[in-house]
């Protein structure tokens, strides 16, 4: 079954791994379990220097709470977008967390990700 066609639930169970592995790797900046689940595309951007410059200049991705829970799915294209209620251990307030899942070959993979 397409990953566009699973429902919200089922996305959410895929998606929730992969998301905790993101904050939880960004939080120790860790570069190869950050990029563990990145489509081939996405790893052209998020080479370690770039990824190293983003962690020391941006606090709120390094201080994400785990834990957090999903709370819609988009689907656009070839992409579904899971929302993510987001917050920090040294930033107030709460942020949104944006990961965009597609197939590579027979897995699913990342094609974005980001913190607003």
């Keep these: 079954m397409s990953l566009l066609d699973k429902s919200d639930d089922e ?18 900046k860790d ?48 992409y579904v977008t899971v929302l993510y209620k987001q917050t920090s251990t040294k930033m107030p307030g709460e942020f949104l967390g944006r990961l965009v899942l597609g197939e590579e070959g027979d897995e699913i993979k990342i094609f974005g990700a980001t913190i607003f």
Excluded at 11 to 28: F, H, M, T, Y
């Design 11 to 28: 996305i959410i169970k895929i998606a929730d791994p992969i998301w905790e592995n993101l904050v939880k790797s960004s939080n120790i």
């Design 31 to 78: 570069y190869g379990g950050f990029t563990k689940d990145l489509s081939s595309q996405m790893l052209y951007g998020a080479n370690e220097i770039e990824l190293g410059k983003q962690w020391a200049s941006n606090e709120l991705i390094s201080s994400l709470v785990e834990g957090c829970k999903a709370f819609g799915c988009l689907r656009r294209g070839l």
